[in-house]
T-cell receptor, first 113, second 113 residues
Framework: KAGVTQTPRYLIKTRGQQVTLSCSPISGHRSVSWYQQTPGQGLQFLFEYFSETQRNKGNFPGRFSGRQFSNSRSEMNVSTLELGDSALYLC????????????FGQGTRLTVV | EDKVVQSPLSLVVHEGDTVTLNCSYEVTNFRSLLWYKQEKKAPTFLFMLTSSGIEKKSGRLSSILDKKELFSILNITATQTGDSAVYLCAVEVSQGGSEKLVFGKGTKLTVNP
């Protein structure tokens, strides 16, 4: 079966712009979680969506938001981009909750200039 | 604040060596500890540990959890160049009726021929 698909793979934006990243989970998976990975901070949890509802949220400013659609696809949005938002953004899908069967996508590499 | 610390941050060994990677944690509402291997972008699942003292094994990799001392180790025997990767430790914690993963910064393992 198809894995987790993230689009786009690479993105370059300028400061102040906004960006929307997409994640299509494995078919049948209802939980999608998002992570930011930077060399300095490692992988940090952004938020998790389950059945179109945000179930959990990490310690990120309100500029980071997300949503999940009825087909479980999820988007995350970052507004008013800052240089420090440059990172690899990973999403992971799982059937019910974050557990052993969390499969990660290849990520979106965002560069803010 | 939940914290996961991995050591060493990087490690260089020769093929055939045995390595031990460490992960310690301080979290509230522990549910499980997971190990992932990240070679390029998408972390891939290795083990989930929930009980102390029970070794999980997969080929040359094994892992064990000590819930009293709050740490886990990942052992790789007879290392191969294909084991070169970043190994991530994550702790699943309960928060507000759902769960999230708290990641360490990873151990970068380089296996030289």
């Amino acid at each position: 079966k198809a894995g987790v698909t993230q689009t786009p793979r690479y993105l370059i934006k300028t400061r102040g712009q906004q960006v929307t990243l997409s994640c299509s989970p494995i078919s049948g998976h209802r939980s999608v979680s998002w992570y930011q990975q930077t060399p300095g901070q490692g992988l940090q949890f952004l938020f998790e969506y389950f059945s179109e509802t945000q179930r959990n949220k990490g310690n990120f400013p309100g500029r980071f938001s997300g949503r999940q659609f009825s087909n479980s696809r999820s988007e995350m949005n970052v507004s008013t981009l800052e240089l420090g938002d440059s990172a690899l953004y990973l999403c992971a899908s799982s059937f019910l909750r974050i557990d052993t069967e969390a499969f990660f996508g290849q990520g979106t590499r965002l560069t803010v200039v | 604040e939940d914290k996961v610390v991995q050591s060493p941050l990087s490690l260089v060994v020769h093929e055939g060596d045995t390595v031990t990677l460490n992960c310690s944690y301080e979290v509230t509402n522990f549910r499980s500890l997971l190990w992932y291997k990240q070679e390029k972008k998408a972390p891939t699942f290795l083990f989930m540990l929930t009980s102390s003292g029970i070794e999980k094994k997969s080929g040359r990799l094994s892992s064990i959890l000590d819930k009293k001392e709050l740490f886990s180790i990942l052992n790789i025997t007879a290392t191969q160049t294909g084991d070169s990767a970043v190994y991530l430790c994550a702790v699943e914690v309960s928060q507000g009726g759902s769960e999230k993963l708290v990641f360490g910064k990873g151990t970068k393992l380089t296996v030289n021929p």
